[in-house]
């Protein structure tokens, strides 16, 4: 192992032992954030995550329309999504799971508009 | 093609899925999955049964419904040439193992791909009809991370978001280099396909350092220093001892790629772009002849892109946004539009990275150069804000975008964009020359030419990006055509590509010539005798 795969092992141990604590005095606060740890596969994501690690580069950022705030059904969202579209392509179960669609598809659907975001 | 629109689905709302299921088949092709060359249902029937058993049958895509998203790809495909006979997506190197096995057993032949973007090229879509994908994506760990060495071990399945995550999270003082598609596609299937990106490391395969391949038999190959007994040097040596061999498992069919070592660029202390805007067409052999001296000493470090402004107008605008007549679009609306958003004929973006004290140093010669040569230099003081000049500013750090994907939808929202890069030596008259022999075919095919210009050291890969309408099939036959002659007519000029899409890998094959072929067919021959594995790429059956 790598001198950082030690030093992460260690931040690891000393993780859980702050979200032991953590638990016991304030239920979960202070946990640190989920993300992929080496030598694991990627956890499942948030909708949010989703969204801004692969939706949001191109929706509300000049190459796809703004889907946030339209209240889109969540069967048209899964449909693209997995289908793709034009310059959209399709995301198969293997990089966005069938549980990640789901979540992400009722968050977008109902999702306030963000102001930051644009048109195409 | 789903033969379902955007508006069709829009319109159904709610009762969208019900929608979706009656008309999901409605073209011919969708109604047709392919089943392999020479295989009956029966025994497909079995094959997926036994793969089943490996991965789970979630993980086994043999239906209509579940293979869509393996079929889509930006390509021309009018006659159901790259149709998957479904997928496979396995989680460990025992069950691609246990895969092959079958794969063998069966005769099944199997497209590996690591995140199957292969964006212009194919996306997933297999060399011929009736392949299996073999999806590596659920394989995506991060193994191992060096941060005294900067070197970094990963399996296909990671992207390079991943990655950038992993370094963000962990305030690691490296940068990776992406290709301009980052967020969405692998490390490994990049560097496997030889690609590249725009900081100092954007010549992946040469930043690359060690891989573990399963072989058609299911053993496992470590090259470089990864079979040697507790070695501690695999990802920071090379070369080995004897044959090098990881060459022959990139853009080949010779094995199935498990794991791959990179090397990270350490962060700089400063890194400052640039953009240097030429006003006519013909600059590009001003621009390229000034590049190349700074490219082969290193005063321009990193991978420089020649942008044509067409390439970069398609990024953010509709071909409607600009023309409304039949034909390729006149060169001076081209100009005029460039001009209108701050952008040149050609545009070329580089950077510098090290400290204020050596930037300062390099800066004035690079400028004295560039300027003596009718460019105009330009950096943030003048371009923050520009789309065009933030992107490249993104991109020549690694950072995360997909804006570049913008350019398929062109012709408008069905999309459609097939590439074509040859490469030639960075020479003004090489540039010049490819560039008038592209437009002249392009523009004979009613294509518009929108070229980059991605510099390596003594070379350049010519990116031509021919854009169409994918829902149209006189203009999906007309894209087939015009490939395929630049193909021939640059081949006769001595100029091939460097990688090709799905659709032309046997006509670029030829270019290289018979005993190339022949030797790429003896070494499949030895390592994968019964052909299982992504038959067609390249060029090898
Ligand atoms: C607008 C646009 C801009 C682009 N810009 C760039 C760019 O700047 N640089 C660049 O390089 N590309 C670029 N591309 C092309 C392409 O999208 C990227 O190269 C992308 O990284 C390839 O897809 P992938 O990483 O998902 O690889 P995959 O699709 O997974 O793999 C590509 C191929 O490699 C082989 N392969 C993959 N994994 C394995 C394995 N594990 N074992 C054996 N064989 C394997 C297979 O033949 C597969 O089909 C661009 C495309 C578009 C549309």
Known sequence: ?120 | MSGISRRDILAAGAVGSSLVAARAFATPLDGTRMLPKRMSRSTFATAVKELQAIVGSDWVFADEESTVSYRKSFIPDLRGEHVPSGAVAPESVEEVQAILKVANKYRLPLWPISTGHNMGYGMATPASSGQMILDLKRMNRILDFDAELGTILVEPGVTYQQIHDYIAEHKLPYWIDVPTVGPIVSMVGNTLERGVGYTPYGDHFFMQCGMEVVLADGSVLKTGMGSVQNSTTWQAFKWGYGPYLDGIFTQSNFGVVTKLGMWLMPQPPVYKPFVVRYPNAEDVAKATDTIRPFRMNNLIPNGVLIMGALYQLAMFKRRTDIFNGTGAIPEELIKAEARRNGLGMWNTYFALYGTDATIAATEPILRAAFEASGGEVLTEAEMTGNPWFEHHKTLMRGGMTLEEIGLVRWWGSNGGAVAFAPVAPAKGAETAGQSALAREIMNKHGFDYAPAYAVGGRELHHIIFLMFDKGDDDSSARAETCINEMIVRFGEKGWCAYRSSVSTMDLVARQYGETNRTVNARIKHALDPNHILAPGKQGIA
């Not at chain 1, 979960?28 to 989703?50: C, F, H």
Request: proline share 6%; glycine share 10%.
């Open chain 1, 1 to 120: 192992m790598s001198r950082h795969g030690l030093a992460h092992a260690f931040a690891r141990v000393a993780a859980a032992a702050a979200l032991l604590v953590a638990v016991s005095v304030a239920s979960g606060t202070g946990a640190l954030a989920a993300g992929q740890e080496l030598g694991k596969v990627l956890p499942t994501r948030s909708p949010e995550k989703v969204y801004s690690s692969t939706c949001g580069y191109c929706h509300g950022h000049n190459v796809g329309p703004i889907i946030r705030g339209r209240g889109l059904p969540v069967e048209t969202i899964e449909y693209f999504v997995r289908h793709g579209n034009g310059a959209m392509p399709a995301f198969r179960p293997t990089e966005i799971s069938n549980t990640e669609l789901k979540a992400l598809a009722q968050w977008i659907s109902q999702a306030p508009v963000d102001a930051k975001e644009h048109g195409q």
